[in-house]
Protein backbone atom coordinates (compact mmCIF):
# COMPACT_ATOMS: atom_id res chain seq x y z
CA UNK A 1 0.00 0.00 0.00
CA UNK A 2 1.17 3.44 -0.60
CA UNK A 3 2.36 5.92 2.13
CA UNK A 4 0.01 8.52 3.13
CA UNK A 5 2.42 11.36 1.58
CA UNK A 6 1.28 10.13 -1.98
CA UNK A 7 -2.45 9.06 -1.12
CA UNK A 8 -3.04 11.91 0.43
CA UNK A 9 -2.39 13.88 -3.01
CA UNK A 10 -4.59 11.54 -4.80
CA UNK A 11 -7.92 12.80 -6.04
CA UNK A 12 -11.12 12.03 -4.34
CA UNK A 13 -13.31 10.10 -6.57
CA UNK A 14 -16.16 8.96 -4.63
CA UNK A 15 -16.90 9.98 -0.52
CA UNK A 16 -20.62 9.13 1.25
CA UNK A 17 -21.03 11.06 4.24
CA UNK A 18 -22.84 8.62 6.89
CA UNK A 19 -24.74 10.00 9.83
CA UNK A 20 -23.74 8.02 13.11
CA UNK A 21 -26.79 6.94 15.92
CA UNK A 22 -26.22 9.85 18.63
CA UNK A 23 -24.75 8.15 22.11
CA UNK A 24 -25.14 8.54 25.67
CA UNK A 25 -22.88 11.48 26.94
CA UNK A 26 -20.20 9.05 29.08
CA UNK A 27 -21.28 9.31 32.78
CA UNK A 28 -19.18 10.97 34.94
CA UNK A 29 -19.26 10.46 39.12
CA UNK A 30 -16.12 12.82 39.79
CA UNK A 31 -15.62 16.66 38.80
CA UNK A 32 -13.76 17.53 35.95
CA UNK A 33 -14.71 17.18 31.59
CA UNK A 34 -15.91 13.86 30.40
CA UNK A 35 -13.65 11.67 28.43
CA UNK A 36 -13.53 12.40 25.23
CA UNK A 37 -15.78 10.46 22.78
CA UNK A 38 -14.40 6.87 21.33
CA UNK A 39 -14.54 6.14 17.84
CA UNK A 40 -17.40 4.52 16.53
CA UNK A 41 -15.30 1.45 14.66
CA UNK A 42 -12.50 -0.83 16.40
CA UNK A 43 -10.65 -0.49 13.09
CA UNK A 44 -10.12 3.47 13.43
CA UNK A 45 -6.81 4.29 14.16
CA UNK A 46 -5.74 7.94 15.50
CA UNK A 47 -4.39 9.82 11.81
CA UNK A 48 -1.96 13.00 12.79
CA UNK A 49 -2.65 16.07 11.38
CA UNK A 50 -0.13 17.97 10.49
CA UNK A 51 -1.91 21.10 10.46
CA UNK A 52 -3.16 21.21 13.33
CA UNK A 53 -2.27 18.74 16.22
CA UNK A 54 -5.19 19.98 18.53
CA UNK A 55 -7.32 17.85 15.72
CA UNK A 56 -8.30 14.37 17.00
CA UNK A 57 -8.90 12.05 13.79
CA UNK A 58 -9.54 8.38 13.50
CA UNK A 59 -9.05 6.75 9.65
CA UNK A 60 -9.03 3.10 8.75
CA UNK A 61 -7.11 2.73 4.63
CA UNK A 62 -8.10 -0.11 2.97
CA UNK A 63 -6.63 -0.99 -0.47
CA UNK A 64 -9.19 -1.44 -3.51
CA UNK A 65 -7.59 -1.11 -7.03
CA UNK A 66 -6.00 0.64 -8.41
CA UNK A 67 -6.56 3.17 -5.31
CA UNK A 68 -7.63 2.54 -1.99
CA UNK A 69 -11.00 3.69 0.32
CA UNK A 70 -10.65 5.53 3.79
CA UNK A 71 -13.02 5.85 6.24
CA UNK A 72 -12.63 8.77 8.31
CA UNK A 73 -13.87 10.03 11.98
CA UNK A 74 -13.20 13.42 13.73
CA UNK A 75 -13.82 13.74 17.35
CA UNK A 76 -14.93 17.71 16.64
CA UNK A 77 -17.87 16.42 14.71
CA UNK A 78 -18.78 12.73 16.37
CA UNK A 79 -22.38 12.39 14.32
CA UNK A 80 -20.54 11.55 10.92
CA UNK A 81 -17.98 9.10 9.58
CA UNK A 82 -16.99 9.59 5.97
CA UNK A 83 -15.78 7.07 3.42
CA UNK A 84 -13.85 7.93 0.52
CA UNK A 85 -12.06 6.20 -2.52
CA UNK A 86 -8.99 8.05 -3.68
CA UNK A 87 -6.96 6.89 -6.52
CA UNK A 88 -3.99 8.26 -8.28
CA UNK A 89 -5.18 9.78 -11.88
CA UNK A 90 -8.88 10.26 -12.17
CA UNK A 91 -9.85 12.33 -15.80
CA UNK A 92 -13.92 11.61 -15.27
CA UNK A 93 -16.35 10.45 -13.02
CA UNK A 94 -16.22 7.11 -12.41
CA UNK A 95 -18.20 4.82 -13.87
CA UNK A 96 -21.30 3.02 -12.13
CA UNK A 97 -20.37 -0.22 -11.73
CA UNK A 98 -16.88 1.08 -10.06
CA UNK A 99 -19.16 3.05 -8.02
CA UNK A 100 -21.48 0.13 -6.76
CA UNK A 101 -18.33 -1.55 -6.25
CA UNK A 102 -17.22 0.79 -3.70
CA UNK A 103 -20.26 1.18 -2.07
CA UNK A 104 -20.63 -2.83 -1.74
CA UNK A 105 -16.68 -2.58 -0.65
CA UNK A 106 -17.94 -0.75 2.48
CA UNK A 107 -20.64 -2.99 3.84
CA UNK A 108 -18.08 -5.23 5.40
CA UNK A 109 -16.17 -2.16 6.54
CA UNK A 110 -18.90 -0.80 8.38
CA UNK A 111 -20.73 -3.59 9.53
CA UNK A 112 -19.91 -3.73 13.13
CA UNK A 113 -22.13 -0.43 13.20
CA UNK A 114 -25.68 -1.49 11.40
CA UNK A 115 -27.32 -0.20 8.53
CA UNK A 116 -26.88 4.39 8.49
CA UNK A 117 -28.48 6.58 7.15
CA UNK A 118 -26.87 8.30 4.32
CA UNK A 119 -26.35 12.10 4.94
CA UNK A 120 -24.62 12.80 1.54
CA UNK A 121 -22.83 11.22 -1.32
CA UNK A 122 -20.72 11.73 -4.76
CA UNK A 123 -21.45 9.72 -7.01
CA UNK A 124 -24.68 7.61 -5.78
CA UNK A 125 -24.52 4.08 -7.36
CA UNK A 126 -27.65 3.91 -9.92
CA UNK A 127 -29.77 1.05 -9.29
CA UNK A 128 -28.62 -1.98 -11.50
CA UNK A 129 -30.53 -2.16 -14.87
CA UNK A 130 -33.95 -4.10 -13.87
CA UNK A 131 -34.54 -2.32 -10.77
CA UNK A 132 -34.36 0.89 -13.16
CA UNK A 133 -37.71 0.29 -14.69
CA UNK A 134 -39.82 -0.13 -11.18
Known sequence: MPDRNEW???AVAA??????PETAPPLVLLGGS???PRPPLDLLE??????DPTMRVFAHVTEFAPGL??????ANDPGHLVAEYREPLTVARLPPERVRRF?????PLLAEIGP???EAADPRPAPPAGERDR
Not at 69 to 74: D, E, H, L, Q
Open 116 to 118: LPI
Open 46 to 51: PEPVAT
Open 34 to 36: PPP
Open 103 to 107: WEALR
Open 15 to 20: WVRFRL
Open 69 to 74: IRIAWR
Open 8 to 10: AHW
